[in-house]
T-cell receptor, first 115, second 114 residues
Framework: AQSVTQPDIHITVSEGASLELRCNYSYGATPYLFWYVQSPGQGLQLLLK??????LVQGIKGFEAEFKRSQSSFNLRKPSVHWSDAAEYFC?????????????FGRGTSLIVHP | KAGVTQTPRYLIKTRGQQVTLSCSPI?????VSWYQQTPGQGLQFLFEYFSETQRNKGNFPGRFSGRQFSNSRSEMNVSTLELGDSALYLCASHELAGGYNEQFFGPGTRLTVL
């Protein structure tokens, strides 16, 4: 069975600083990997996804993630954080089931941005 | 296009009661999935419906059930509520089942069981 580990429960950064959120996955086959963001009182929004090809994936809102098979990691990065980036971030691995992709989510990392 | 809508947004019930939550997908989306989000267990997949048929089911007891109507709207029902059922219930819709299609999430229904 697949699993996702986000080792950091909370991350605090200053506005303008760079950001890296860690994600490690366990999956027996080629993984389909996702990063979602959840703002307070909102549902999840897809930031980016990796299925195959270029291991550096660009997403919305200036985020990118790099897939490293050797490390089973899919870390999310942003070069300069804005106060509006404060939210909960979820990494997920998708498994094909009955023709759909069912995501298994990590426990999330809460991003706090200091002015 | 309007996004995924969920009603009600907030709900308070007592133990032993049953509850029904509703989800209206984005127009044209025929697949609807449900998730439970709690501080203790995180985000967990409940079930997925496509064309009124349940395609996938997560590891939840039979007290959790769902259905989908011909207009793709979906409901989920929880019977004999327990305190541990307090959670944010998220609904997501996507265009087709089969292959990857981005899921679009609604804002959720916050259920509190007293």
């Amino acid at each position: 069975a697949q699993s996702v580990t986000q080792p950091d429960i909370h991350i605090t950064v200053s506005e303008g600083a760079s950001l890296e959120l860690r994600c490690n996955y366990s999956y027996g086959a080629t993984p389909y990997l996702f990063w979602y963001v959840q703002s307070p009182g909102q549902g999840l929004q897809l930031l980016l996804k990796y299925f195959s090809g270029d291991t550096l994936v660009q997403g919305i809102k200036g985020f990118e993630a790099e897939f490293k098979r050797s490390q089973s990691s899919f870390n999310l990065r942003k070069p300069s954080v804005h106060w509006s980036d404060a939210a909960e971030y979820f990494c997920a691995v998708g498994a094909s089931s009955g023709g759909s992709y069912i995501p298994t989510f990590g426990r999330g990392t809460s991003l706090i941005v200091h002015p | 296009k309007a996004g995924v809508t969920q009603t009600p947004r907030y709900l308070i019930k007592t133990r032993g009661q049953q509850v029904t939550l509703s989800c209206s997908p984005i127009s044209g989306h025929r697949s609807v999935s449900w998730y439970q989000q709690t501080p203790g267990q995180g985000l967990q997949f409940l079930f997925e419906y496509f064309s009124e048929t349940q395609r996938n089911k997560g590891n939840f007891p039979g007290r959790f059930s769902g259905r989908q109507f011909s207009n793709s709207r979906s409901e989920m029902n929880v019977s004999t509520l327990e305190l541990g059922d307090s959670a944010l219930y998220l609904c997501a819709s996507h265009e087709l089942a089969g292959g990857y299609n981005e899921q679009f999430f609604g804002p959720g229904t916050r259920l509190t069981v007293l």
